[in-house]
């Protein structure tokens, strides 16, 4: 009972009853407070009648938008659009732009979009929409009204499907359609381009990669600059994956460069070091070639003499053998040395011939044997060119019995070997000194008597000063010998040392006892010296023994070393690989380097033996290279005449390629001349590669071109829309411009080019087929009132007044103007009723066929027959469907008499036949 008093007394918006809230809600006024709370209330009723008059009582769109962020419904959403487009409410337009300025919810900006009753509005709708929903945008830009708002609408749709959609369905604004085909194109045009740019940067990439592992060549720098300057000139930025590739290969790259600025410059050592050792060499030899020179320009000659020019001789063999184990001489030094050691050997047999008969020969001199020192002197056969002996002068001349001629010195030669001695002196140099103050003593009673009173106190001062040095190195001397027999007796006691250490130890200690000389000589102190080396020698001779067993077992390796390179050289390969040569050169001298040392007495012998075999490979080599020089020679003029030749670009480049190949196999050719040879034939290869290159880059923007034409023609096409049967000429025109285009590029671009555009050429087709078959309908419908007459002509004739023709315009011609007579010709020779009534069936039920209408069943043998008929004339010519219409319609007016019933029985089926047959697709 309470809560039926409750409802009784509770107010009627808030009753049980729908109708009556919807009726009190209509009642409630907004403006008041209570008013206001009650309607917000009823706007988020369940019912929707309720909500729909609730809302129905809000003018402003404030308390709208506060209940659309509470209670949205479908009726509130209603109520807003139909205020915000002015539909309803006194809203004033500037406070529903700016309301439909804070809007968020997109399928409302969508309605005032399409139906704001202001531009304005509109356009700020537009400009609220999300740019993520391109679909409205689009749905905006194709069927606003307005065309600002199109056009604001058309410029926000940026992505490509956005455009592609734009463009086939902004039929409504042709400019909008215009301005995202050139949009999309651009858009792709861009994408073409980065694509093109990423292409390029890829192709960089994969070019650096592969020159970084490609070897060394004269133009490896230059083509690393050129690669990195094109990487460079690219505008757009690389990724970080290109980037990390394209550091890794530039190190790569640069790690070869440095690899090779290494070897080159480690060759650059070995050059210089070569050229040190010849300098040396020939120092060494000049020197040698000196001292056989002065022995020849001497007076006599003395053992002294000949035991210097052996010092000597030996030191220049040791320096040459340790020389020529790094680097053997050329043949221009070779033969001098040679020279050389052939007047040594004749100067060192001739020497040996007169120690041999020396005693004899002085005996026979003590005897006045005249015959016998003849006979001694022809067998020492001392050489003409070499001075001789004391004792064979005195020989000589006894034979000859002819006095000693007295040789009178030159005092000019005198007084500069005065000037030597002093020269000797100043430096120390004790023995040369000695030498020469004792020859000047000999020679000085043979010059003339006033150059004797002035060179004597001269030489007496300076003998003052050789005695003086005399003492002084006997001073010296002393000291340094009781130091050197205290070091070598602790050598001969330290059993620490290894043997190598104490026989280098030993020899210096040796080395320096012996260049002391006469000076301070103690005959206990010589004793205790060679007591403790011959207790070392003693120690030594196992180790001795060893070395010199491994010097035979070096001289062995070395004798079969020379053996296998002159096996080598006796037989050499008429194509062998310069390479190869080289490589066994290297491999002889490294093991040449290995065994060593050798014996002494062999040293020089086998020495000279692998320097001959050496110069020998080194000429086999030589030889090898310069033919494959002559062969690389005959490649570049190969290319040349590829390069000037007027082959295809592509065969021209094969065959280059096929030339490095066979440049690749040669070998190489002589130091200095293969960089040569290799620029030349390489500039002559990439200019062939260019030129492939250019023709490449010519045929693919021929066919960018060639798509970019077609394209263009088919948006031209595709925008184009026929409105009569006289576009068919502009049809045809672009026809025969794509025909002119084919044959397109192959690819996935031009196979979709060629499927668009067999689409719409076949849509434009249908379309005008469909004009075509309208203006047949069209004249026909204007044919009526001539039509009309004949009926009329035809209904007086049938009703049996006599026959009279009917009159038609000028405009009337062609077969047209034949049916019309013919028309007038059977009305005066009327055929029976019955064939008039089938011939106007039969070319009704051919006008079904034609429109696609449905045929009754009592008429399906005339349609089975109109078929057939059909077939049997296409086989000769198929007739277009317009074409067949106006043969039937022209045969339809033809058809006649006609009477009136029959004519208005068929007359209703072909209207409505004709009106099918009008329907055209939308454009």
């Not at 280098?504 to 103690?522: F, I, P, T």
């Not at 029985?905 to 329907?919: G, K, S």
Request: with cysteine; hydrophobic share 40%.
């Amino acid at each position: 009972m309470s809560g039926w008093f409750r409802q009784l007394l509770a107010p009627r918006w808030q009753h049980p009853d729908a109708e009556r809230r919807q009726q009190a809600a209509s009642q409630l006024d907004p403006q008041q407070q209570e008013g206001r709370t009650a309607l917000q209330r009823l706007a988020a009723d369940d019912d929707a009648r309720v909500r729909q008059a609730a809302l129905a009582r809000f003018d402003d769109i404030d308390s709208l938008m506060a209940l659309f962020d509470v209670c949205p419904s479908p009726e509130l959403h209603s109520r807003m659009a139909a205020i915000l487009v002015g539909a309803a409410g006194s809203t004033p337009l500037a406070q529903r732009v700016e309301q439909v300025a804070r809007l968020t919810d997109q399928q409302l900006l969508q309605e005032v979009a399409l139906h704001g009753d202001n531009q304005q509005l509109r356009l700020a709708a537009v400009a609220a929409l999300s740019d993520d929903d391109e679909e409205a945008l689009i749905l905006q830009a194709c069927e606003n009204g307005i065309a600002a708002v199109r056009h604001a609408a058309a410029s926000r749709v940026i992505s490509e499907t956005g455009l592609q959609q734009l463009v086939r369905q902004a039929r409504r604004d042709k400019q909008v359609a215009r301005l995202a085909r050139e949009r999309l194109n651009a858009l792709r045009a861009d994408a073409a381009q980065q694509a093109a740019a990423e292409a390029e940067r890829e192709r960089i990439l994969k070019a650096l990669e592969q020159h970084g592992h490609h070897a060394w060549e004269p133009l490896y720098a230059g083509r690393y600059r050129h690669l990195q300057r094109e990487w460079e000139a690219l505008t757009d930025l690389p990724s970080a994956e290109q980037e990390r590739r394209y550091q890794e290969a530039c190190l790569l790259c640069r790690k070869t460069l440095t690899d090779h600025d290494a070897q080159q410059h480690v060759h650059a050592a070995h050059d210089q070091r070569r050229e040190d050792d010849d300098q040396t060499r020939e120092g060494l030899l000049e020197a040698l070639e000196e001292t056989l020179e002065s022995l020849r320009r001497s007076e006599h000659l003395a053992a002294q003499d000949i035991d210097s020019l052996r010092a000597q001789k030996r030191l220049l063999a040791t320096r040459w053998q340790a020389l020529s184990d790094h680097h053997a001489p050329d043949d221009t030094l070779r033969q001098r040395y040679d020279r050389a050691l052939e007047e040594y050997d004749r100067i060192g047999h001739a020497w040996e011939r007169f120690r041999a008969h020396a005693a004899e020969l002085d005996q026979a001199l003590t005897a006045c044997d005249r015959q016998a020192a003849q006979t001694l002197l022809t067998a020492c056969a001392w050489p003409d060119d070499l001075p001789p002996t004391t004792l064979l002068a005195r020989a000589q001349r006894s034979v000859e019995q002819q006095p000693a001629p007295r040789n009178r010195p030159d005092p000019a030669q005198f007084q500069r070997e005065v000037e030597e001695l002093d020269g000797l002196l100043e430096r120390g140099a004790f023995k040369s000194a000695s030498r020469l103050h004792q020859r000047l003593r000999q020679r000085l009673e043979q010059l003339p008597e006033e150059h004797i009173q002035r060179h004597r106190p001269t030489l007496k001062r300076l003998g003052a000063q050789l005695a003086e040095l005399r003492d002084w190195r006997g001073f010296v001397a002393g000291p340094k010998r009781d130091q050197l027999c205290q070091a070598i007796a602790e050598l001969a006691e330290d059993m620490q040392l290894s043997e190598a250490a104490l026989d280098r130890r030993h020899r210096q200690l040796v080395k320096e006892w012996a260049s002391l000389g006469d000076a301070a000589a103690d005959r206990e102190l010589s004793t205790h010296f060679r007591a403790c080396s011959d207790r070392i020698h003693q120690r030594l001779v196992p180790w001795r023994e060893a070395l010199d067993a491994e010097r035979q077992r070096n001289l062995e390796a070395r004798e079969a070393l020379c053996e296998q390179l002159e096996a080598l050289l006796d037989k050499p390969d008429p194509d062998a690989d310069p390479d190869a040569l080289r490589d066994i050169r290297d491999r002889a001298r490294e093991q040449w380097r290995r065994y060593s040392p050798v014996p002494r007495e062999r040293a020089e012998a086998i020495g000279r033996r692998f320097g001959r075999v050496r110069h020998g490979l080194q000429a086999l080599i030589d030889q090898r290279a310069q033919y494959i020089a002559t062969a690389k020679r005959e490649l570049i003029d190969a290319a040349q005449a590829l390069l000037d030749g007027d082959q295809p670009s592509h065969r021209r480049a094969a065959q280059a390629k096929q030339l490095q190949q066979r440049w690749r196999a040669l070998g190489r050719a002589p130091k200095g001349e293969e960089q040569a040879l290799w620029r030349e034939f390489r500039g002559i290869c990439d200019r062939i590669f260019a030129s492939r290159e250019a023709e490449r880059n010519d045929r693919a923007q021929r066919a960018q071109r060639q798509l970019d034409e077609m394209q263009a023609l088919i948006d031209r096409l595709d925008g184009w829309q026929p409105t009569s049967t006289a576009d068919t000429t502009i049809l045809d025109t672009a026809i025969s411009e794509a025909e002119a285009l084919d044959p397109l590029p192959a690819g996935r671009r031009s196979d979709g080019m060629r499927r668009r555009w067999s689409g719409i050429v076949r849509a434009r087709r249908e379309r005008l087929a469909r004009l075509a078959v309208a203006e047949e309908v069209s004249r026909w419908q204007a044919l009526q009132p001539l039509l009309n007459a004949h009926l009329s002509a035809d209904a007086e004739a049938l009703s049996g007044h006599p026959p009279g023709d009917v009159d038609a315009d000028d405009s009337l011609g062609g077969d047209l103007l034949s049916a019309h007579r013919l028309r007038n010709a059977r009305r005066r020779e009327p055929p029976s009723a019955g064939d008039v009534e089938e011939s106007l069936a039969r070319l009704r039920v051919h006008l079904a066929l034609l429109a696609g209408s449905r045929v009754g069943q009592q008429d399906d043998p005339l349609r089975l027959a109109i078929q057939v008929e059909r077939l049997n004339e296409g086989l000769g010519r198929e007739l277009s469907k317009a074409e067949e219409l106006h043969e039937v319609l022209r045969e339809l007016f033809a058809t006649g008499p006609v009477a009136t019933e029959l004519w208005q029985r068929e007359a209703q089926e072909l209207d409505a036949i004709f009106t099918q047959l009008l329907r055209l697709p939308p454009p």
